[in-house]
């Protein structure tokens, strides 16, 4: 072992690190090297010095103080208008749509074409192609004819695309739901006309929702609802301050 | 904002931390807004987030950046998916706080004696104690990062695997950072190491 190398692995070899055949050639160096020797002393010395300083307490008061900056924030957030707070649990609600399975969804449906079949039942074509593109990722040379394995779909998986239809559906209510409620609140204020305009655009946009088949295209229904009360919501805190 | 926060409100009702003791139950307790829970895990983890604290920003913004962790901790523990332990994350938001707080304020105060004179600890087992406060001085010319590592490793007493998880790096990273720090540090201390060897008065070096 060369001095150089010594110096590279002295930190290692004082800690303990080092496999037991590097540790021995190190100790056999420092026999014979009274340079290193001396290193390694300044080393080890360092070490020790390190461990052992002093602990520092924490003051007693630092819980109080975080708690009062806790507290300080609580009455912030219960101060912010309604609508942020609904708009930050709409956003933090609509986070999971964009999950990796519902982006293989949309994937697989675009990469299939637009695959048709009628004469498929129940939960809806949309859901049933996309299933179908996931379980057979198509070369994207041949996208016009469905690959036969779509007959072969079974009930797990249109089972499977129900729930995630039906989970979809349940997050957009429960935003829409908080999203409308303000709005309406909003609207109380506004004039007659006007709220009556706000009721027919809201109904529209629901109808919307309740025709569109299951998946995206009820997906995209949903984000129209949704993005509209949102704009409401905003648009009459603007106007009012 | 001049809100003074009462500090004795209705909370939720403790409903499970007498037996929390492993971390999923603490967590949820907290997320809940459990008062005993939220003191428990800030018992667990004061002495080592503050010490991370103190060491990397020094004696006088200690306070101040511990209770930025400890703010973030309690915010941050709802988006917690426990895919690292409670305390590995806790102590990576540390040193982040303390890393992100040196580098605006880029070198820490230096350490004063008195501020060393004064702090409670183990009764001083090294042979001289003037030595720590050079220790302590020479750690305060260190870049933060290697502080960092000084600090975790040497006197928190964590193993590289620990080390790396928290710095969000690899072991290997870990061991060389360990091995520059020190380096350095004996660089700066040289003077000072040797005379103790030799049983000389350090001062005179």
């Known amino acids: ?241 | 904002m001049a809100q003074s926060a009462v500090t004795d409100i209705p909370r939720p009702r403790d409903a499970t931390v007498g037996a929390a003791t492993d971390d999923a139950a603490l967590i949820a307790a907290c997320r809940r807004g459990e008062a005993r829970a939220m003191e428990t895990l800030y018992h667990q983890h004061k002495r080592r987030v503050f010490g991370l604290c103190h060491r990397i920003v020094g004696a006088a913004d200690a306070e101040e950046v511990a209770q930025e962790v400890f703010v973030r901790v309690f915010r941050g523990l709802a988006g917690f998916r426990g895919d690292a332990q409670l305390s590995t994350w806790v102590y990576r938001l540390a040193v982040n706080c303390a890393l992100t707080h040196a580098a605006k304020h880029k070198r820490r105060s230096e350490v004063s004696d008195d501020a060393l004179e004064a702090v409670p600890g183990p009764t001083p087992v090294l042979r001289d104690p003037r030595l720590s406060r050079r220790v302590e001085a020479a750690m305060a010319e260190l870049p933060a990062g290697y502080r960092a590592i000084l600090v975790l490793h040497d006197i928190e007493g964590l193993s590289h695997e620990e080390c790396a998880a928290i710095l969000d790096c690899r072991v290997g990273t870990s061991k060389s950072q360990l091995h520059k720090a020190r380096a350095k540090m004996r660089d700066l201390l040289g003077p000072a190491l040797a005379a103790e060897r030799h049983g000389r008065d350090p001062e005179v070096a």
């Open chain 1, 1 to 241: 072992m060369t001095c150089r190398e010594l110096t590279e692995l002295v930190v290692a070899y004082l800690d303990g690190e080092l496999p037991p055949e590097r540790a021995t050639e190190c100790r056999g160096h420092l026999r014979v090297c009274a340079a290193c020797r001396s290193l390694a002393d300044q080393h080890a010395r360092l070490r020790d010095a390190l461990v052992e300083l002093p602990a520092v307490e924490p003051p007693p008061a630092l819980w109080a103080q975080i708690n009062a900056r806790l507290g300080a924030e609580e009455i912030a957030a219960s101060e912010r208008p309604a609508w942020r707070r609904a708009l930050a649990r709409w956003a933090s609600g609509l986070r999971p749509i964009a999950t990796p399975a519902a982006l293989a969804l949309s994937a697989g449906a675009v990469a299939l074409g637009v695959v048709h079949l009628r004469g498929s039942s129940g939960t809806g074509t949309a859901a049933l192609t996309d299933v179908a593109a996931r379980a057979t990722p198509a070369p994207t040379s041949v996208p016009v004819e469905p690959p036969p394995v779509v007959v072969a779909v079974g009930r797990d998986a249109l089972d499977e695309a129900a729930d995630r239809d039906g989970a979809a559906d349940a997050r957009f209510r429960a935003v829409t739901a908080d999203l409308l409620a303000l709005a309406r609140a909003e609207a109380a204020a506004w004039p007659a006309s006007r709220a009556k305009r706000f009721a027919r655009d809201v109904e529209r946009r629901e109808q919307a929702v309740l025709a569109a088949a299951p998946g995206r295209d009820r997906e995209r229904a949903w984000h129209e609802l949704t993005s509209f009360l949102e704009r409401a919501a905003l648009g009459e805190q603007v106007a009012s301050r």
